[in-house]
Nanobody, 123 residues
Framework: QVQLVESGGGLVQTGGSLRLSCAAS????????IAWFRQAAGKERAFVAG????????NYADSVKGRFTISRDNAKNTVYLEMNRLNPEDTAVYYC????????????????WGQGTQVTVSS
């Protein structure tokens, strides 16, 4: 069993930055691959970025490449999503999720989910 708790969301202006954190707990949590997804109002949940359990591999959605960076600190059991040059299209609830598979962008391949954190980018 893995528990995930997101934090760091908030309101930011266009062009601003935020760093989201995903704190994982559970005996085997550090051996899971972690991904960030987001869900905007009225839209399906979509993959944003993923990182392998070692931290050695990462992958990104095209819409965030060059702006977002995913990283992890296994000593702290925490995964981060650094978001730069934010725009209103990035407004969504952001979720972190754990999977035994990597790379995968499918919600169905992720077994554990956090409760989400709201990111709102004002124009």
């Amino acid at each position: 069993q893995v528990q995930l708790v997101e934090s760091g969301g908030g309101l930011v202006q266009t062009g601003g930055s935020l760093r989201l954190s995903c704190a994982a707990s559970g005996r085997t949590s550090s051996t899971y691959n972690i991904a960030w997804f987001r869900q905007a109002a009225g839209k399906e949940r979509a993959f944003v970025a993923g990182i392998s359990w070692t931290g050695g591999s990462t992958n990104y959605a095209d819409s965030v490449k060059g702006r977002f960076t995913i990283s992890r600190d296994n000593a702290k059991n925490t995964v981060y999503l650094e978001m730069n040059r934010l725009n209103p299209e990035d407004t969504a609830v952001y979720y972190c999720a754990a999977s035994r598979s990597y790379p995968t962008t499918s919600t169905l391949r992720h077994d554990y989910w956090g409760q989400g954190t709201q990111v709102t980018v004002s124009s």
